[in-house]
């Protein structure tokens, strides 16, 4: 399954955007609109201190663009947590 980093688009432009994980996508029908994709996304709701995961339509969310991590790269020697 492929899962995809995005950032989570508030509502009529209030409040700031998330980070998300998706988790798989669906398509939805609504009575006689178009089907419409939502995701299923894991965030951390910050002001509750918790993992949430819940349906998002597809038009609140920005793919988080990476990059694939570098040949010959070895744990640990990166600056960062396990460094020796």
């Known amino acids: 399954m492929k899962t995809r980093h995005v950032w989570m688009l508030p509502p009529l432009d209030v409040g700031l955007p998330r980070q998300g ?14 089907p419409m994709w939502e995701a299923y996304v894991l965030w951390i709701d910050e ?3 918790e993992a949430r995961v819940e349906w998002v339509p597809a038009s ?19 600056g960062g947590p ?3």
């Open 21 to 34: 994980l998706v988790l798989t996508w669906r398509r939805r029908v609504v009575n006689a609109s178009p």
């Open 60 to 78: 609140y969310l920005q793919p988080v663009e990476s990059e694939a991590p570098l040949a010959g790269r070895q744990r640990g020697h990166q």
């Open 82 to 84: 396990g460094t020796g």
């Open 47 to 49: 002001r509750r201190e």
